[in-house]
Antibody, heavy 124, light 107 residues
């Protein structure tokens, strides 16, 4: 069964750092594009960033709101995806989801699998 | 950035109703449009990609259409489990962007 499980969320002060983990099972993570998406409490969805697959050198894309502060990485040996978040701001408070892109007809499309989400609260 | 505008922001409907949600892009996105369903306290669920292709396991009452800038999600006969919030997302150009959501409530 394909499954994604996020962990690592919690309370952090403004300016602090946190690393989220997305543990993948039931498939080989390195074969897939993966995205991070967040949702502020009571609000809508915001795309955070993407990492392409091994065949595309794991290159990344980021939303302007997090570029330079957040970094997406992987550990193939652990079949895990990471979101390193630095210089956190109160507006980064959200539930963070990882999601797997689906490859169809030559391109990658969002998403055939989502994690359950992990809550990050940035507050003093 | 491409702005995605959903309408209405909420609607009231009854079981068995035909429901239509609209998503408009601020510029053309070909057919690179996805739809998601979300219920309170749970992760989004993917319904449709490439504007009209259903993800595996999604009931055929969910119908996506459109291309360019104008897209629709139609639920042909609303079921009790369909009361939720629906989001569209464009993935033609980075950054990927979501619509603001449409909440489908019981009448």
């Amino acid at each position: 069964e394909v499954q994604l499980v996020e962990s690592g969320g919690g309370l952090v002060q403004p300016g602090g750092s946190l690393r989220l983990t997305c543990a993948a099972s039931g498939f080989t993570l390195s074969d897939h594009y993966m995205d991070w998406v967040r949702q502020t409490p009571g609000k809508g969805l915001e795309w955070v960033g993407r990492t392409r697959n091994k065949g595309n050198s794991y290159t990344t894309e980021y939303a302007a709101s997090v570029k330079g502060r957040f970094t997406i990485s992987r550990d193939d040996s652990k079949n895990s995806l990471y979101l390193q978040m630095n210089s956190l701001k109160t507006e980064d408070t959200a539930v963070y989801y990882c999601a797997r892109d689906v490859f169809w007809s030559g391109i990658y499309h969002p998403y055939d699998c989502w994690g359950q989400g992990t809550l990050v609260t940035v507050s003093s | 950035d491409i702005q995605m505008t959903q309408s209405p922001s909420s609607l009231s409907a009854s079981v068995g109703d035909r429901v239509t949600i609209t998503c408009r892009a601020s510029q053309g996105i070909r057919n690179y449009l996805a739809w998601f369903q979300q219920k309170p306290g749970t992760a989004p669920k993917s319904l449709i990609y490439a504007a009209s292709s259903l993800h595996s396991g999604v009931p055929s009452r969910f119908i996506g259409s459109g291309s360019g800038t104008d897209f629709t999600l139609t639920i042909s006969s609303l079921q009790p489990e369909d009361f939720a919030t629906y989001y569209c997302q464009q993935y033609n150009i980075y950054p990927l962007t979501f619509g603001g959501g449409t909440k489908v409530e019981t009448k």
